[in-house]
């Protein structure tokens, strides 16, 4: 039931009217890329955790002279036959470049570059083998070898990744709280204006539900208007962030593209604020009628 369309008072005249949109606006819009970006971030920690988790990457350092074959083969059977390592390849130059390619472009120079040789390593997660033993066998099949466990720095991605979140998440209730003091504000204001008219609804036996009704429907129109613009804004930020970090294609910012469920709570933002809203209004309505005379 539309019930924000019947009004008595004559609240569309407050001058506060014409901010609060554009207000729960701002306030839709920096929440809204808050919880964009903790959502793109918790996916691509989750994408970190599946891609590195269970695998090392054993460093062969190129020789001063000749090639690093027979060190590269003495390692290969040394990983293969310890117990826990489930396979042991060696990366190719295209692969190699492939990764260097984020900090040094396309087209780097890698094949004249002394590089060393990179075996990618899968172990088993139930029987990981010792790192430190491990190591020690590496450099005594190719001396000056490294191990380096993907775990320890995933490790510490992960914790800066969850400490960026509740930073993203602080911020979201702060937006909220911000929400909740602009529509406490604006709705006081209104019953100051607009005294005498509700006194004069008192006397001809108007309920107090009946005076916060209309103020709750003011304020649930003005912040779907307010949502609605917010989630607009929202919607183009995240589709232009999106084109920039594909763009980019180094892959090591976070995927912007959101999935459909993701874009479902983005959209449920602008709706929880105006129920917030209308809600904060009517209970501040209720608050101030009962304590007059």
């Known amino acids: 039931m539309m019930f924000w369309k019947a009004r008595d008072l004559a609240l569309d005249a407050d001058p506060a009217r014409r901010f609060l949109p554009w207000l729960v606006a701002m306030i839709v819009y920096l929440a809204s ?15 970190w955790d599946r891609g590195l988790t269970g695998t090392l990457t054993v460093q062969i350092p190129a020789p001063a002279t000749g090639t690093a074959d027979d060190a590269v083969a ?6 293969r036959a310890t117990p826990g390592v489930e396979s042991a390849r060696v990366l190719g130059a295209d692969e190699i470049s492939a990764l260097l390619e984020p900090w040094l472009g396309s087209g780097t120079l890698a094949g004249e570059l002394p590089l060393p040789r990179l ?20 450099r005594a099949a190719a001396p000056g070898a ?14 800066l990744a969850h400490t960026v ?9 702060l937006v909220t709280l911000a929400a909740v003091a602009t529509v406490i504000f604006i709705t006081r204001t209104g019953l100051a204006i607009h005294a005498g008219g509700i006194e004069l609804l008192h006397l001809i036996g108007a309920a107090d539900g ?7 429907g003011q304020a649930l129109e003005l912040a779907l208007k ?11 930020t995240v589709f ?20 459909p469920a993701q874009w479902g709570a983005l959209a449920a933002v602008p709706l929880g604020v105006a129920v917030i809203g209308m809600v904060t209004a009517r209970m501040t309505v209720m608050a101030a009628l009962r304590a007059l005379p």
């Open 119 to 138: 075996i990618d390593v899968r172990v088993r997660a139930a029987a990981a083998p010792d790192i430190e033993g491990l190591t020690a066998v590496m």
């Open 165 to 173: 979140e509740l930073v993203a998440l602080g911020i979201v209730v």
């Open 74 to 79: 003495r390692a290969l059977a040394a990983l």
């Open 210 to 216: 009946y005076v916060a009704r209309q103020f709750q």
């Open 146 to 159: 490294v191990i380096d466990d993907h775990k320890k720095s995933l490790d510490r991605l992960i914790a």
């Open 226 to 236: 307010g949502g609605l613009i917010g989630c607009v804004l929202t919607a183009a």
């Open 33 to 47: 890329l808050a919880l964009a970006g903790m959502m793109s971030l918790s996916a691509a920690v989750d994408r």
């Open 240 to 259: 232009l962030l999106g084109r920039a970090a594909a763009a980019l294609g180094t892959g090591i910012l976070p995927d912007f593209t959101l999935s």
